[in-house]
């Protein structure tokens, strides 16, 4: 990690055929947490094991681990990442394929130092771009969806 300047680890539900509740899922969490560094997970597509409910009992079990929903859906289940995040203040939401009035109800709701912009394609960085400028956010919003909440939850330095 420290040589390779690695900021997370991600648990890729799908790629990796890996439930968040088993006890594989467990040792992503538990790495991460030891290390002191975040855990992402793969949510949206990919049904039932990419289903934002499945981090719950990780964020309580490790309630000082910052845990974000990669894709916070992807727009087919982000009312459920929302929900989980309202339940658990470590749940982060990152919304690449979500759509923007389901951002701007993440943002309303559990607010923009828990909603970070993402791409998940470098093809996709303009669309989400685009969809966060649609917004009209007030810019301290703005600043914090589009990198701020990004920098301070991987620890990264400017």
């Not at 974000?68 to 309202?86: P, R, T």
């Not at 979500?98 to 923009?112: Q, V």
């Not at 669309?127 to 969806?145: M, R, T």
Request: charged share 15%; net charge negative; with cysteine.
């Amino acid at each position: 990690m420290k040589d390779l300047k690695f900021v997370a680890v991600k648990l890729h539900t799908i790629g990796h055929g890996v439930n968040p509740l088993t006890e594989d899922g467990d040792m992503v969490f538990a790495t991460a947490f030891e290390l002191g560094i975040p855990a992402m997970v793969h949510t949206g597509a990919g049904i039932p094991f990419s289903l934002p409910a499945l981090c719950i009992p990780a964020a309580n079990k490790y309630p000082k681990l910052k845990i974000v929903l990669a894709h916070a859906g992807g727009g087919i289940i982000s009312a459920e990442a929302q929900v989980a995040a309202s339940i658990c203040n470590n749940l982060y939401l990152e919304t690449s394929w979500c759509l923007g009035e389901d951002i701007r109800w993440m943002i309303s709701t559990i607010g923009a130092d828990r909603v970070m912009m993402g791409a998940d394609l470098p093809s996709n960085v303009p669309v989400e771009f685009a969809k966060y400028g649609a917004l009209d956010l007030e810019p301290a919003v703005y600043d914090k969806v589009m990198g701020t909440t990004a920098v301070e939850v991987f620890n990264l330095k400017w």
